[in-house]
């Protein structure tokens, strides 16, 4: 069934306005007298949590028993907090409520862990929660485990010996037994906003880690170039694919990963690399495409992109030759906008700077965050905020109007996007003032499901 609302996790955190993050649920359906506002607001009992990412509990049942539709708890990991809340979306679809927290102070003392990112459900019916630092905001990889019923902190997932110098995103295929996982950045860094000094010292990732998922060990590593960043890793979602896909925010690289001829080993190759532009005006004479998200349609034919500096959205064909071809782009803000302070100076792709983008009377600032696709394939939603520091940092404008929701429409024959002008959330009216806006879920299950 097309999504009717979807969950929007939304944070305060760097606007200098005093009030807890929220959990927006909003009205997606065309008929409702709400379509495209905000219903319902769950605010967190703390502030400055920073909510990032959402991923779902565990789900009963497979899914010919229409187990889809049971997914009833949402896993809230806080980006700076360490904080995790387990909220209930179950009972009421349209109106959430807070279930279970779990305090940094848990994860400090029984993980040795911090800064929470990425959440997904195991096979064995656990929840796994991604990690990006120490609790003193050092570099360090891996990941901490929720029991699937209490969703108690039962303690890291891997060997202490094991754990990556960095960590930030995570996806796994059963069948295959394997588990990949990305590199981000070391929280005490990143959280001084981006300083192109930072450049050639090595605090950026740049490693693709392969994990045997039944044993938890780790078993391969890739090295995807200085200053790489690779964060957001996406596999196919045939259950029967070895296949997938890591986009590198800093280097504008996508690599595909696949199980080689040899028994048990993967491999890599770069399959994409958007260029940089040569641009005056900003903070480096180079603007890097950056990465945001990937999200892969359920039939695993298109990639979608969002190049959060650059401001565009990409759509790309993955054919069988493994050479994914773009067959859709759209500008959807940015840092190259006609009119601002950055002047474009070199471009390979573009013959002049694209436009501000207004939708119902309103201008959009920020760039492409991040992204999620509806199940038919034909609605791209986007929000616009990636890390409220560097949303500061670039666009500060952002911080002062707030975030928006939007709607693409997807060609899903010829491949194409269209900015749908009818479709708008303008989370810079909220009662509490302007925020921020970063991940999206259906209740019913969606692309990154």
Not at 222 to 238: K, Y
Request: aromatic share 10%; hydrophobic share 35%.
């Amino acid at each position: 069934p097309r999504e009717e609302v979807a969950y929007v996790t939304c944070t305060y955190r760097s606007t200098c306005i005093d009030q807890p993050d929220f959990l927006a649920t909003v009205d997606l359906n065309p008929r409702s007298c709400h379509y495209g506002q905000v219903i319902h607001r769950l605010p967190m009992p703390n502030l400055k949590d920073e909510l990032h990412c959402a991923g779902w509990g565990p789900v009963c049942g497979c899914f010919d028993s229409g187990a889809a539709s049971k997914r009833t708890k949402l896993v809230l990991p806080c980006l700076i907090s360490s904080r995790i809340y387990v909220v209930d979306v179950g009972s009421q679809c349209r109106a959430p409520r807070i279930c279970k927290m779990i305090e940094p102070v848990d994860v400090f003392w029984k993980c040795n862990k911090g800064y929470l990112s990425v959440t997904h459900p195991l096979p064995n019916g656990d929840v796994l929660v991604a990690n990006m630092g120490d609790p003193a905001g050092n570099g360090k990889g891996g990941f901490v485990v929720l029991d699937g019923e209490t969703f108690e902190l039962k303690g890291n997932w891997e060997n202490e010996c094991e754990a990556p110098p960095t960590g930030y995103d995570f996806w796994y295929q059963a069948r295959h037994n394997v588990l990949v996982s990305s590199a981000g950045m070391v929280p005490k860094v990143a959280g001084r906003g981006f300083n192109p000094d930072d450049l050639k010292k090595g605090v950026f990732g740049r490693r693709l880690n392969v994990w045997n998922l039944s044993c938890r060990s780790l078993t391969q590593c890739f090295d995807l170039g200085e200053d790489s960043l690779p964060m957001t890793v996406r596999f196919l979602h045939s259950p029967e694919a070895a296949e997938g896909y890591v986009g590198c925010a800093l280097s504008g690289a996508i690599f595909r990963f696949y199980k080689s001829c040899e028994a048990n080993n993967w491999a890599v190759e770069e399959v994409i690399r958007i260029p940089a532009k040569d641009v005056s005006g900003w903070i480096m004479p180079k603007m890097p495409a950056f990465i945001a998200d990937l999200v892969i349609s359920q039939d695993d034919r298109f990639l979608y992109v969002s190049n959060w500096l650059h401001g565009d959205i990409r759509q790309y064909e993955l054919s069988r030759n493994c050479k994914p071809r773009l067959v859709g782009q759209v500008f959807v803000g940015g840092s190259i906008l006609r009119g601002g302070p950055v002047t474009v100076c070199r471009d390979e792709e573009l013959k002049c700077q694209p436009e501000p983008l207004v939708v119902k009377c309103k201008r959009v600032y920020g760039g492409p965050a991040t992204l999620q696709l509806s199940l038919d394939g034909k609605r791209l939603y986007v929000t616009n905020s990636f890390y409220s520091t560097w949303d500061r940092q670039f666009y500060p404008s952002l911080v002062k109007e707030g975030s928006v929701m939007l709607q693409l429409d997807v060609d899903t024959d010829k491949g194409g996007l269209t900015v749908n002008k009818n479709f708008l959330v303008d989370f810079g009216k909220e009662p509490n003032g302007p925020c921020l806006a970063h991940e999206i879920r259906f209740p019913g299950g969606d692309a990154k499901s």
